[in-house]
């Protein structure tokens, strides 16, 4: 019995004797610069059409591509920026595709220069947003944007729109 007592007391003490916080070294690299690599010249690859109303209620059919249905690929964005890689102008040339936004050239910047969820399209006072999808495969050439369509205040569809860098 007292080498069983032994034994738990030397276990707990080894246990808070080794509860000690690492030390972790310094992080390696360079921070991500999302704005500098958002910059270039994207053809539009993807367009999927969200039903939010079939997404709140469960329902089995909540997305479809519709990529092909309209002339989306013909669609080039490009986003400029300035010397230092901060956003400056933006066109968007829509070929026969339909539209993603009212504005097809002027000003574009962001809500967050290091974490960017929201662009803001700018031109003479009239402006637009797009929402950030994801940013996460922007080094693999990949950019997604989002775009709400709403009716009294509802969103009822959600347009995601995937870009290539050419």
Known sequence: MKKIKYIVLVSIIATIWGCKPEEFGPIVGSEENFLKEMQGTWS????????????????????LDITNIYPYKELVASFQGDASGNPSTFTITPGNAPKITDLNSGNWSVDN???????????????????????????????????????NGKTILVYQYEFTKK
């Open 44 to 63: 539009l690859t993807k367009v999927t059409q969200v039903d939010q109303n079939a997404v709140s209620n469960g329902w089995p059919y909540k997305e």
């Open 113 to 151: 220069a290091k974490a960017p969820s929201v662009i803001t399209l700018s031109n003479n006072g009239q402006t637009s947003t797009l929402t950030l999808g994801s940013y996460a495969n922007l080094k693999n050439g990949k950019f997604y944007l989002k775009r709400e369509k709403k009716v």
